[in-house]
């Protein structure tokens, strides 16, 4: 199972990025899926979730300006983020809670990360 993270690159304060994520693999299903960042010095931190059934949470200093989105069949996660802010300069990883097997409990999986750089 591989999760595939693209999407990152360099933009100007108010500029936008969207993020995908694409897992790839033998797999029976996925439940949650999310991004989280990490800027230098900082730990890592959620920036977003959507359940298997699209109900999508937001960290708060996201909200109004992130949109997470998710197509099921493609098992493909996309997050819009507008508004960018110097601050949100981070690497930012997906994540997601995927089944293997019949038998097992679902577990973490992470992409290897995408560099978002906002300058101001």
């Known amino acids: 199972v591989q999760l595939q993270a693209s999407g990152g690159g360099f933009v100007q304060a108010g500029g936008y990025l969207t993020l995908s994520c694409v897992v790839s693999g033998r797999i029976l299903g996925i439940n949650d899926m999310g991004w989280y960042r990490q800027a230098p010095g900082n730990q890592r931190e959620l920036v977003a979730t959507i359940s298997s059934g699209g109900i999508i949470g937001y960290a708060d200093f996201v909200k109004g300006r992130f949109t997470l989105s998710r197509d099921v069949a493609m098992k493909t996660n996309y997050l819009q983020m507008n508004s960018l802010k110097p601050e949100d300069t981070a690497v930012y990883y997906c994540?997601?809670?995927?089944?293997?097997?019949?038998?097992?409990?679902?577990?973490?999986?992470w992409g290897q990360g995408t560099l978002v750089t906002v300058s101001s």
């Open positions: 994540n997601a809670e995927i089944r293997t097997s019949w038998g097992r409990d679902p577990r973490s999986y």
